[in-house]
């Protein structure tokens, strides 16, 4: 009986899990509407057969049903149905709990400790549970068994507060001490590659030749420049930008009475000659733009980006003013879209974010980090198996290890995901690494003849450009 109750339930908290495919009449499971008809029937039977029995206990006046010892059955069916739900959850859906093999060095320690506390706890969970219905089952009311009133034991206090400490420290004393092997002592032949989060992607950064990471900071964040690297061209590009912004604002601050009073005369127009009917959704943006001028709150918006724009400047020229902050290491960084690493080489993962708190997981290598804004943080570790051969253990051709974003950071953060490859070879690294460009290209020195003259005509229309600039400030 309980087992056909079951099946079911399970079969149906299986398909929540894993929903079926789409089906037609044609493929619909007979078998499983045929156990559920069943289901229905017994349960009418067993509601018909208890109507039965109160109307007996009316008429004789004696008891029929006894509620105690049917609660204390369903007890007993409750425990037998959670054990085997959670049987069938471990054998059908434990593959979605484990990580499969760790592809790092540190992944082992870090999986026995999944397994160990798992371990106690589930032991404690089935022997707790067995005894909950069992009591329930077994000290059910009884009109010849007087209670037992029982105050206090500290034999059995002293029992269940120390035995849970002493595993508590087991497990919290081994967890620290994990821990601090993980992100303990760092290899001296570490690799920096930093890697940086905002809404709603990642960026790598590689070091470059010189194998040093250049300066960043947020301040120097533009377009073309999305980490925010300290590198002269880049930061001057968005100094004369951010001045050309503020030139803008300036005009239109300077203009403001005038803007007020065109967009008024339009609005005057618009009303008078029934053109707000026609256009409502211009009168409406018209009408806005009216009320915001007249308010006040035009020029003001105005005066607040200019002096965002101007702290912005300020605060740029504060770092401009270090030179140390902009001393060339920063130009043969490699900013990728991709994150390519060598088996068993140890690497530093430099973490950043840009505007909210991302987190860095990697479940294959057991790594996991916040990135937090204005707050750098870390995580080493040393790749074990190869993209390859992980596609081989997982017996999936197309298989990848991805870094995806564990901290739910926006509409978006679903799709927050950077690759990473796992080479076998130093070799393999080299030429992916040689096809990614480096944050500044290399001077026409450093190239070969024929770019040099690609890149003079590129100089003289600069020129031209200017020299028209020059003519029309004229
Ligand atoms: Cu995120």
């Known amino acids: 009986m309980a087992l056909t109750v079951i099946t079911p339930v399970i079969a149906l908290a299986a398909d929540v899990i894993e929903p079926p495919k789409e089906q037609s009449i044609a493929n619909w499971d007979w078998v499983a509407?045929?156990?559920?008809?069943?289901?229905?029937?017994?349960?009418?039977?067993?509601?018909?057969?208890?109507?039965?029995?109160?109307?007996?206990?009316?008429?004789?006046?004696?008891?029929?049903?006894?509620?105690?010892?049917?609660?204390?059955?369903?007890?007993?069916?409750?425990?037998?149905?959670?054990?085997?739900?959670?049987?069938?959850?471990?054998?059908?859906?434990?593959?979605?709990?484990?990580?499969?093999?760790?592809a790092s060095a540190h992944g082992g320690t870090y999986d026995s400790m999944f397994y160990w506390t798992f371990g106690f706890t589930f032991f404690v969970f089935v022997v707790t549970e067995v005894l909950l219905f069992y009591f329930m089952?077994?000290?059910?009311?009884?009109?010849?068994?007087?209670?037992?009133?029982?105050?206090?034991?500290?034999?059995?206090?002293?029992?269940?507060?120390i035995v849970p400490?002493?595993?508590?420290?087991?497990?919290?004393?081994?967890?620290?001490?994990?821990?601090?092997?993980?992100?303990?002592?760092?290899?001296?032949?570490?690799?920096?590659?930093?890697?940086?989060?905002?809404?709603?992607?990642?960026?790598?950064?590689?070091?470059?030749?010189?194998?040093?990471?250049?300066?960043?900071?947020?301040?120097?964040?533009?377009?073309?420049?999305?980490?925010?690297?300290?590198?002269?061209?880049a930061v001057n590009e968005l100094v004369a930008e951010l001045e050309?912004?503020?030139?803008?604002?300036?005009?239109?601050?300077?203009?403001?009475?005038?803007?007020?009073?065109?967009?008024?005369?339009?609005?005057?127009?618009?009303?008078?000659?029934?053109?707000?009917?026609?256009?409502?959704?211009?009168?409406?943006?018209?009408?806005?733009?009216?009320?915001?001028?007249?308010?006040?709150?035009?020029?003001?918006?105005?005066?607040?980006?200019?002096?965002?724009?101007?702290?912005?400047?300020?605060?740029i020229a504060e770092y401009q003013k270090d030179k140390d902050f902009f001393n060339g290491t920063a130009n043969d960084d490699k900013v990728t879209t991709e994150i390519v690493l060598v088996k068993n080489k140890p690497y530093v993962f430099k973490f950043r974010a840009r505007d909210v708190i991302h987190s860095a997981y990697m479940p294959d290598f057991r790594v996991q980090m916040n990135c937090v804004p204005g707050m750098p943080t870390q995580f080493a570790f040393t790749p074990t198996m190869t993209t390859a051969e992980a596609r081989e253990v997982k017996e999936n051709n197309e298989y990848d290890y991805y870094l995806f974003c564990n901290k739910i950071c926006g509409a978006a953060h679903y799709n927050m995901k950077?690759?990473?490859?796992?080479?076998?070879?130093?070799?393999?690294?080299?030429?992916?690494?040689?096809?990614?460009?480096?944050?500044?290209?290399?001077?026409?020195?450093?190239?070969?003849?024929?770019?040099?003259e690609e890149v003079a005509p590129a100089a003289d229309s600069t020129q031209v450009v200017i020299d028209n600039q020059v003519a029309f400030n004229k």
């Open 33 to 102: 509407i045929l156990t559920w008809l069943l289901v229905l029937l017994v349960i009418l039977v067993i509601a018909r057969a208890f109507d039965i029995g109160a109307l007996t206990e009316k008429i004789t006046g004696k008891k029929v049903i006894s509620w105690n010892n049917i609660n204390a059955w369903v007890a007993i069916i409750f425990l037998i149905a959670g054990l085997a739900g959670v049987w069938y959850e471990l054998v059908y859906h434990g593959k979605y709990l484990m990580l499969g093999n760790a």
């Open 418 to 452: 950077i690759k990473v490859t796992v080479v076998e070879s130093e070799a393999e690294y080299n030429t992916w690494y040689a096809s990614q460009a480096p944050f500044v290209a290399p001077t026409t020195a450093e190239t070969s003849e024929p770019a040099v």
């Open 137 to 161: 089952f077994k000290y059910r009311y009884n009109e010849n068994r007087k209670a037992h009133y029982y105050f206090h034991n500290n034999k059995l206090e002293i029992i269940w507060t």
């Open 244 to 315: 050309g912004e503020i030139d803008k604002l300036e005009g239109l601050q300077e203009s403001e009475g005038d803007s007020i009073k065109a967009w008024s005369t339009r609005w005057d127009r618009m009303k008078s000659t029934g053109l707000f009917r026609t256009y409502p959704e211009d009168f409406k943006t018209l009408d806005e733009k009216v009320h915001d001028g007249m308010s006040g709150a035009y020029g003001r918006q105005l005066e607040k980006d200019i002096k965002r724009k101007k702290t912005a400047l300020r605060r």
């Open 165 to 233: 400490s002493i595993v508590l420290t087991f497990l919290v004393l081994r967890g620290f001490t994990t821990w601090s092997t993980i992100t303990g002592e760092l290899d001296k032949e570490s690799e920096e590659i930093e890697v940086f989060a905002y809404q709603f992607g990642w960026k790598a950064r590689y070091a470059g030749d010189d194998q040093v990471l250049g300066y960043h900071n947020v301040n120097f964040i533009s377009g073309t420049n999305p980490l925010g690297i300290a590198e002269t061209n």
